[in-house]
């Protein structure tokens, strides 16, 4: 049997942006895949009348998404290609809305070596989720709680794993508040099947999000604090090591203050009402851990635009890894409606 050892470090870059490291297996469920959210940081909760969403929060489905189709796709790192696609139907108008979405993950062709390190021949890898969601309106209240049921596979050459999991969240919102507020638990399950016949856990996350809409300037500010299961999230830089004149190295100590900040991601969007809009957003975790020793490589950084044309809307989002990585993301949504009977006053 071979030792796929190229793997390994391939995984290393792709997986460490996206979760705890070294943890849990099937990572990529907790990688952004859409332009919007990515643009303001990576993992907003809070997204209203965005069929994309529900992805991340299926509290956020309602009747407003009915017949919206999303479709996104990436240029990742090292030539990793990331697709996704979202679609909302509600069935009759006596039934709520139900959300679906297929992520794919093409790690492209990789080389397969022996024990000694020589080539014999390539193969192939990729993953694969598949949700179906579903969301409630507490009566007489502005909660609303939604879940998602995932089917998610995995192959890497001739070994492949597969695992059942959901998502719950609930989301308050308000049409005459300026605020919303969202708690999301992500990825609740277990693997079916594993690639060597060990069992490992999913990536799961807790967190918490709000944005906030100010009164007299056009811009909607996003927060949200992830990876709330697990308070020690940080990770030293190898950058930041110092050395004496021994050749005695000390790695970096990451403070209170630091670690607590990697929970956090931020963002804004500037007219979010309008057919145009810009996005902002800054990962704190990714910022520390991509951070280079006397370089200013903007890691951490994300921006982008969404374009209104009509029923139809055009987003891109540029994301700052490294000064050698950058990532873009570009998506198309279309509203397959005819005429909408139904107008959330939240959507913008």
Known sequence: ????????????????FSQTGGIATLSFLNTSTN?????????????????????????????????????????YLADIAIGSVSYAHRFNRYSQTFHSNITYINYGTLIAADTEGNETGTFNASDLAISLGYSYQIPTTNIHIGGNLKFIYGAIANFSTSAFAFDLGAIYYNSNKPYVFSLVLRNIGTQLASFNGEIEKLPFEIAIGASYLLENVPVRGYITIDNMQKWNISASNPSNNTTDID????????????????????????????AFNLRVGYNFRRSKELQQQNVRTFGGISFGFGLRMNKIKLNYAYSRFHSASNVSTFGISIDLNRERLYKNPTKY
């Open 247 to 274: 050749g005695n190295t000390t790695e970096e100590k990451v403070s209170f203050i630091d670690n607590a900040f990697r929970h956090v991601i931020i963002g804004a969007e500037l007219f979010p009402k309008k």
């Open 35 to 75: 332009a919007r959210q990515t643009a303001l940081g990576g993992k907003t909760l809070t997204l209203l009348g965005d069929v994309d969403q529900p992805k991340w929060n299926p509290a956020t489905i309602n009747l407003d998404l009915d017949r919206n189709i999303s479709v996104n796709y990436t240029s």
């Open 1 to 16: 049997m071979y030792k796929y050892t190229i793997i390994f470090l391939f995984f290393t870059n792709f997986l460490c």
